[in-house]
């Protein structure tokens, strides 16, 4: 790691930042079967199963770092921080088992609880001020709900259960690739025969929501607080539970879809405990380089700092490899994009290769992000009003997503007003989470790490680009609230790291900033994601796929839209041969 430049507390200029995964040693060779452009995880899970099909693969990364979103960087000497992804859920289970990624380094931290969201009140003769704490522990849970409302107590069990019914109806929906329609209607009775298979994950779903088919329906349309309020009247747990349906989304809780925002939240399953959420060892880029790993142990060529400029194409209007912007060109018979669809059709492909028409439905996708994320490393653990700890010993609450200015909805849908006319928030949606508390791989002695996954704010303040100035003072502002929960957590800072949506789409070739590669509204999800001429992964140019998480099933799934899109291209080029 070269040299950082300390200029004073609080900041640090960087030179450059290397760590994790470097390229193989192979040489980059002119032609393969397969190609892929970014090696973040769906890239990776694409590659290994590839090759794991006789598919020769490499993968193309234009980052010094290998994970996409899903990567770790020492931003600051000694801090190693999950610099944009923070969590794990979504990465199904069978690609973790077939893959064996714990063998190939993936350690993750279990988080109890799960959720800690303090108040900002006065306490009661002398008490601490209030706060709700939710983890795995149904008994203390409702313990903890009952100090708002008894009813809520009561109703919160028969909450998640019903919860859990509908998100565990959509699991066959997560690992396969949406109906194929054109399949289906049109074409011999043989092709329409086959491509009836692919209406078994619907059935199976059907089958399985039964009676609750309605309830289904009305959670993926109507806003959350319509859902949250048949349930629940505590404000505290109303606003708790609605920061799940609005995670990473320009939405309000009283918009609708935001219902399926939090059932895509509570669909994922770790070291199999369904809706937990993890810590990954080293950060978020141990996913990566386990799946990278796991990739090379099959055959695949993993290439760092390897900027294709453009993707080549025939006079039959066939892709037949990249162009590297060094001007190094590699063959191949087919090319998997784990950008976005707007990179890949508006920067990648050769301008005139696409209809008219098509471009302009890939510039209708919506690519809007409320997110600025803000990486920190400070000297202390933060500590909080609402559950202090003596001589800086984390308590439970420190392990879990800490939620602030969450004590009210009102307060969250102020701050979406507020992004939706050009500003960023005044008071912030703040999501905190301190890994170092369970990993001590990722602080100095003594340190900490500290991720605030902030909303909401716009990609242009009024009209205009962010400046430095913006950026400072947004950290600013968030650092002043954070400061009113946990005094002393200003002082304590020994860098910030702050990315505005442009920063993420700058430097992670998010579109828009946004993190799950389009928005997860539902004219974008299944049959419509990333477009309905899309959603098998197959582009209007033969032999161009798309992988990555602009596809179904989604952003945050991690590794299906790779996994689906690699049996799509592998099925294609054995239907190749055999004509």
């Known amino acids: ?237 109303r606003a708790t539970l609605a920061t799940d349906g609005v995670i990473g989304a320009m939405t309000s809780p009283s918009n609708p879809g935001s219902g399926y925002v939090l059932l895509h939240h509570v669909m994922g399953e770790l070291e199999k405990e369904k809706g937990a959420w993890g810590y990954v060892e080293g950060g978020m880029g141990g996913v990566s380089q386990a799946i990278a790993k796991a990739a090379q142990s099959y055959g695949v060529d993993v290439f760092t700092e390897k900027d294709v400029g453009q993707i080549l194409v025939d006079s039959d209007g066939a892709t037949k490899g990249v162009a590297l912007k060094d001007g190094t060109e590699i063959h191949s018979k087919v090319v998997l994009s784990n950008a976005t669809p707007y990179v890949t059709f508006k920067n990648l492909t050769p301008k005139g290769a696409l209809s008219e028409e098509f471009i302009k439905a890939i510039d209708q996708i919506d690519y809007t992000s409320p997110v600025t994320k803000i990486n920190v490393a400070v000297d202390k653990l933060p500590n909080f009003l609402a559950s202090p700890t003596p001589d800086d010993k984390p308590g439970p609450h420190h392990q879990c997503s800490i939620h602030l200015n969450c004590e009210n909805v009102d307060i969250l849908e102020a701050a979406y007003k507020e992004a939706k006319n050009g500003r960023p928030s005044a008071r912030p949606m703040l999501e905190m989470t301190i890994p170092s508390v369970l990993d001590p791989t990722l602080a100095p002695s003594g340190c900490h790490v500290v991720s605030l996954f902030t909303q909401f704010t716009p990609y242009h303040i009024e009209g205009k680009e962010w400046s430095e100035q913006d950026r400072e003072a947004f950290a600013d502002t968030v650092f002043d609230w954070v400061e009113q929960y946990a005094p002393g957590f200003k002082t304590s800072v020994v860098g910030r790291d702050t990315l505005s949506p442009p920063d993420l789409e700058r430097i992670f070739g998010l579109t828009g900033g946004n993190i799950f590669h389009g928005s997860m509204s539902l004219d974008q999800l299944y049959l419509a994601r990333p477009l309905p001429s899309l959603s098998d992964y197959r582009s209007p140019l033969k032999g161009l796929y798309l992988c990555g998480s602009g596809c179904h099933p989604g952003g945050g799934v991690m590794g299906s839209p790779g996994w689906n899109a690699a049996l799509t291209v592998i099925s294609d080029l054995k239907h190749r041969r055999k004509m």
């Open 1 to 237: 790691m070269a040299a950082a430049v300390w200029t004073d507390r609080g900041r640090w200029t960087l030179r450059r930042i290397l760590i994790g995964f470097r390229s193989n040693h192979t040489a980059l060779k002119p032609s393969y079967d397969a190609l892929i452009i970014g090696g973040g995880h769906n890239g990776l899970v694409a590659a290994a199963y590839l090759q794991k099909g006789g598919v020769k693969t490499a993968v193309l990364e234009r980052r010094h770092v290998l994970g996409g979103a899903a990567v770790s960087e020492e931003i600051f000497p000694g801090f190693h921080f999950s610099r944009c992804s923070y969590l794990l859920s979504l990465l199904r289970p069978h690609i973790c088992r077939e893959l064996e990624l714990k063998k190939h380094g993936l350690k993750v931290y279990m988080r109890e609880p799960h959720s800690f969201t303090p108040m900002l009140e006065e306490g009661m003769k002398g008490a601490p001020p209030r706060s709700l704490t939710l983890g795995s522990d149904l008994a203390k849970n409702q313990d903890e709900i009952g100090k708002f409302s008894p009813k809520d107590a009561k109703a919160y069990p028969e909450f998640l259960a019903h919860l859990e019914k509908l998100a565990s109806a959509i699991h066959p929906l997560l690992d396969s690739p949406p109906v194929d329609i054109r399949g289906v209607t049109a074409g011999s009775l043989r092709k329409r025969l086959a491509a009836a298979k692919t209406l078994m994950p619907v059935v199976k779903c059907g089958l399985k929501l039964g009676g609750n088919i309605p309830d289904f329906y009305e959670i993926i349309t109507a806003p959350i607080m319509k859902v949250l309020s048949q349930w629940f009247d505590s404000e505290p747990l």
